[in-house]
């Protein structure tokens, strides 16, 4: 019997092969966008979960709240980790602290050749790092690498780097020039589902070491360190937190007044999809993509599956005769059912096999798409393969249940008239135009939120940042010799034509990271202790081209301005209760130093407001303060930009690069464009962009594939009614717009639903960006062009088949009829 | 064999009610070959369907091998129709995606006989048509005339007592019509009841008995010599 059904079911498939390649297409890309976005979110799910321990390991975050700040960020200070050790012994078994030094460049130099190597990943780590974290030594000790001072360990690719085959252990490396680590182990490069990248560990207690003092390590005030603990068996981390306020209290000494510091427990495994905090060490990857993704792969698979539906029952007239027929020979109806799933199971198949096969082709673009790198193999665990199986049955039924048992339903009789009762037939139209509309609905809903977030990226991007970021080249030089020998450098580089200008800065402009110092308005009683600020070499204004709105920039002309003058951008305003930035001019600030002391300083001009921090957040209040020439500037100005003569960007850099020998001999020179800092910003957003932009084509695709099966079923059953019609003088136009119409109307009508429900979902979306794109007109406009697109798409697809149609020769049609 | 009492058919769609057979009494015994005419709609297939086990009448009496059949669901139905019943229409009614011997085997294989039974009733069913050397071909492949000799084979080949033939000979020319004329006035030779639906007046000439219907109503009941209602 089997027998029997599998040879139909083949024969039925290769007979009408347009409905076949239409399902087995539809299916085929529903089932491989599911594949491929399984393998993300798996990869997504994965992350940190490699860590035998995983489930006891939680990162220590700080949130610290004042009237005018609201901080959340991944870093605690030096002392939390210890402190927490040692106050609950019974509840933490180890704690590890990363400590990054805060710097952009590392310079770690081989002893022996004198060769200079640039390392991105360098973390400061307690010893305990191998006892809380699963990383693979293949060579050393784990126990006791990181033990003592000045002892580091480094990946495999490192070690290749520094020391080529010869074997690293023992070997010295020279930081900056300075201070020797010696090697005292090399591990395995961390697996990429990692929330933090490894290249360097060095031992924590060569802090002291490194900065000659460790009167910092002991400090409550700066918080650089991200602290993770391990918890003991059986401890509840949510009771543990409940302590940690007490904790605070007791050891948070040096808080400001009206500062609240509250420390949290975050899961190991939820960092990488949950946390975006300030100071991440990388940045993390998103469960709302997790989510968008798995929903918009399930509504492909839905979409294909409804062809399925809508072409099968489309058909049933002309397999009413057969099911006819095996009835008045003894079928039961459980048996036509087991039949008509036998084909949908079939038909699932083909479109399986086709789907592997589109995946392993896809693959490595997927990759690309997404940035990431998973492997195909990936795709071959038990888990997969488990969920391959349980989603093959899920498809199969979804597009089979619904035509199995209609088809199964028809009486022996049916084979005397041919058709279903005129009734049965027109509940069955409704049903498939309901399918048609809501397979329509949501690929619309797809393609206009599609439009919203590129609109709002481009909104982003191409929003006014307040400075000129074209023909900027910045350059990190924290802990560099640039920092001591600022001046010089800066004379040297402007000897050149291809340069225009240098200054300093604290922060780059438009990147996440915010510095908050203590300058605070000398006479509101109810002013912030500290303000973000910028410090800044002279000419920073005139380089960004920052606008100023009163008042005067710095200048050489007054000597003292590094010593008591600030300048403060608009939104400061409100803070001084000026109305005016003429009114803020001669505005005091106190500045309170490490001794307690208050030192004066006097506004003497107001900026226009600009994107200092990322365009994602708001504008804050600013203080910019200059720091004096000839000062060194170690401490505070981390990074030098130069302004490049326009079309003078190569020779520009070459000239830079030159300039940075002479005066530098030991750190690499590196550099990057501001614009493209500020592009980096988007990159993930962006990225995603393009992935459910790719998935939302993937939808209409499949959408029309199954209009266009629907339209050609239309078309042959009509024939006959064609044929009458154009005898009786119909043209060919009016043939087409009458098959189209039924169609076009209702895509119209998925329009008209998918309008509030996108309406609803983009107001929700926007509401996170605090600079976002209006909602109104451009909306309407969005609304009627997607609709115009969706309906042109719609009558290409339907007017195909209705212009064959047409086309036939009427006596041909009346007697096929 | 068939003994019916009053038989009537009432279709009702939207709100038209279309009376199709109006009090049908009617007797046909084992082995008899049985012709029934009429002008189109006057309801012919309505009873032959009815005759079949394919649809239940309105009200009525119908028994079939001497169970009451009137109020039998499609499921019991359908088990009496099984290996008792075997069907020939005027669009011969094949299965387009199944061959000459599959086909002919259908019936057999929902009666759940073994395969090589199953073979081999079919080839002889087939053999009896003189169709083995098509025996492979898709219906497509086919003469009309050789169609019918299939549905035919398909009709008998699980021993039918009875023949249910909706106009046979109508989609054939007469020289077609006239070998499936004799094909069934054989079996009926050998013992099977035939009971049929022509236009033909030439083709009722082959069977003992005629019926006319007229609107749903018998007319007129012809026998040959020698047979008796």
Known sequence: MIKNYLKVALRNLGKRRGFTFINVLGLAVGIASCLLIAAYVLHELSYDKYHEKSERIYRVTQTTQTSSKNESGATTPFPVAPTLQSDFPGQIEKTVRFFDMQEEVRTIINAQTEESFRVDHFYVVDSTFFDVFSADLVRGNPQTALDDPMSAVVTEEQARRFFGDENPIGKQVTFKGVKDFTITGVMKALPKTSHFQVDMLVSFNSLPELYGTREFMERWFWNPCWTYVLLKDGTIPQELEVQLAGFVDKNYADREEGETITLSLQSLTDIHLYSNLDQEMEANGSIFYVYLFTAVAALILVIAAINFMNLSTARATERAREVGMRKVLGAQRKQLFGQFMGESMLMTGLAYVAALFLVYLSFPWFNKLLGISLGVEGLYSWKITAGLLILFFVVALLSGLYPALYLSGFNPTSIMHGSKGTQGEAREKLLRKGLVVFQFTLSVVLIIGTVIVYLQLQHLQNKKVGFDKEQVVVMPITQTLIAWEFDQFKEKALKSSHIIGLTGMSKVLGSESQFYSKYSPANQSDAPPTNMTLHVKHDFLEIYNIQLLAGRSFSRDYPADAENTILINKSMLNQIDAETPRDALGTRFYYTTAEDEREPFEVIGVVDDFNYTSIKKKISPLVINLVKEGRPTVRNIEFATAKLAPGSIKNGIDDLRKVWKEVNHIDPFTYFFQDEKLQEIYESEKQMSSVSGFFTLLCILVACLGLFGLASYTASRRTKEIGIRKTLGATVPNIVALLSKDYLKLIVISNIIAWPVIYYLAVQWLQEFPHRIELGWNLAAIFVSVGFTTIIIGLLTVSYQSLRAALINPVESIQQG | ?229
Do not use: W
Request: net charge negative; proline share 3%.
């Open chain 2, 1 to 229: 064999m068939i003994k019916t009492n009053n038989l009537k058919k009432v279709y009702t769609t939207d709100e038209v009610e279309t009376t199709a057979l109006n009090g049908i009494d009617l007797q046909i015994n084992e082995g008899e070959f049985c012709a029934i005419m009429g002008p189109s709609g006057c309801g012919k297939s309505t009873l032959l369907n009815i005759l079949g086990l394919l649809d239940n009448p309105t009200e009525g009496t119908y028994q079939f091998l001497s169970y009451e059949v009137s109020n039998k669901s499609e499921h019991e139905r359908a088990r009496l129709r099984k290996g008792n019943i075997g069907f020939v229409f005027q669009s011969f009614n094949l299965i387009d995606e199944l061959t000459v011997f599959e086909n002919v085997a259908l019936p057999l294989l929902y009666l759940g006989i073994p395969e090589d039974e199953r073979k081999e009733k079919a080839e002889s069913a087939i053999d009896r048509m003189n169709m083995m050397h098509r025996r492979n071909h898709f219906p497509q492949q086919l003469s009309g005339g050789q169609q019918q000799r299939v549905a035919i084979a398909r009709a008998v080949v699980a021993n039918a007592k009875l023949i249910l033939a909706d106009e046979p000979t109508g989609n054939l020319d007469s020289d077609h019509g006239d070998e499936v004329m004799k094909l069934l006035s054989e079996l009926n030779d050998q013992g099977t009841t035939i009971v049929m639906v022509t236009h033909s007046p030439h083709d009722a000439g082959y069977a003992e008995q005629t019926i006319n219907l007229f609107d749903g109503k018998i007319v007129q009941e012809e026998v040959e010599e020698g047979f008796h209602v």
